[in-house]
């Protein structure tokens, strides 16, 4: 039997023509978990956690906004309750390691920075001592080698060097600089809130963008601050699409399956906020604005 929830987000897979088979695909959530959701049955799933986060991949899978149905279908979706993880015991550990490894290991630091202060007073000690004996040479040395040294030459070759410019009346050529290309910008984070985070593009005269899917199927939405979709479908597998967003001054990407999905600004491969095994869906914006207009 289906819950309103389970109702609401079967309507919305039929009218995108999704069958279970292409959410699984576009999800990787089991087929068994996608019917427990539509008939409300979370007791098959491995947690309360994993069965708010399959709702909410099955709820962007097929166009619908999370925080909208987590708040509309309250009811119906299992309480965020905080599963216990075990951690190790710093207290125990630390129990275990003996008092006087301790002291050796906290000595060991002091011992390292004093040895590189030996080897930094050697070092400049010999340089020292060789440019000293550079100094004090003696000449007579210099003579027995057949090295001689007139000022009066110095002068002479200094002269004729002034004449020969005055003659020529040559400027020195300076060397063009080399023109550098477009720059592919600088992404910085603004903020980040899993699994939403704003970047900020500097730098940059373009907003191009290569959208592919890597390693499976994948559904991505690109929107602008107007609510503007220039995508809004499931890309397969060896897909690619691009994007020219240069007039565009914000843009959300809404990635349902993070690991199969590569996206490139400007050329450059997009690192993801946050770590793609462990927020397999996130939301990016990224504010533009083009070299000469910050």
């Known amino acids: 039997m ?22 699984q695909t576009a999800t990787k959530i089991q087929k068994r978990y996608l019917i427990g959701i539509e008939e ?7 947690g309360q956690f994993y ?12 166009g619908l ?19 216990e993880i075990p951690q190790l015991s710093r207290v125990k550990t630390r129990k275990q390691v003996p008092a006087k490894n301790n002291k050796v290991l906290n000595f060991i630091p002091k011992i390292l920075m004093f040895l590189a202060l030996v080897a930094v007073v050697a070092i400049l ?22 090295v001689v040294y007139d000022p009066a030459d110095t002068e002479d070759e200094d002269q004729g060097d002034g ?24 992404l910085t984070e603004v903020s980040s809130s899993q699994p939403n985070a704003t970047l900020e593009l500097t730098g940059a005269d373009a907003f191009e963008v290569e959208l592919s899917a890597i390693g499976g199927n994948t559904w991505v939405g690109i929107s602008n601050s107007e609510g503007e979709y220039f995508h809004s479908k499931e890309l397969a597998e060896g897909e690619t699409e691009t994007f020219d967003l240069t007039e565009e001054t914000e843009i959300l990407f ?41």
């Open 2 to 23: 289906l819950t309103e929830l389970g109702n609401r987000l079967r309507q919305a897979r039929e009218e995108k023509g999704m069958s279970l088979e292409d959410l």
């Open 40 to 46: 409300g049955n979370y007791s098959i799933m491995p």
């Open 51 to 62: 069965a708010r986060a399959f709702i909410k991949q099955y709820a962007e899978a097929v």
């Open 65 to 83: 906004d999370p925080e909208v149905i987590f708040e509309e279908f309250k009811q119906d979706i299992p309480a965020n309750e905080k599963e």
């Open 125 to 146: 000690y010999i340089l020292f001592q060789n440019w000293d004996f550079g100094n004090n040479s003696d000449p007579q040395e210099d003579s027995n080698r057949g």
């Open 163 to 186: 004449e020969q410019d005055e003659a020529t009346g040559e400027e020195p050529v300076e060397e063009p600089e080399e023109e550098q290309g477009n720059s592919a910008g600088t």
């Open 254 to 294: 809404n990635i349902g399956w993070v690991p199969a999905t590569e996206i490139k600004i400007n050329g450059e491969v997009l690192e993801y906020p946050f770590p793609a095994d462990d927020v397999t869906t996130q939301k990016i914006t990224i504010k533009f604005a083009a070299n000469g207009q910050q």
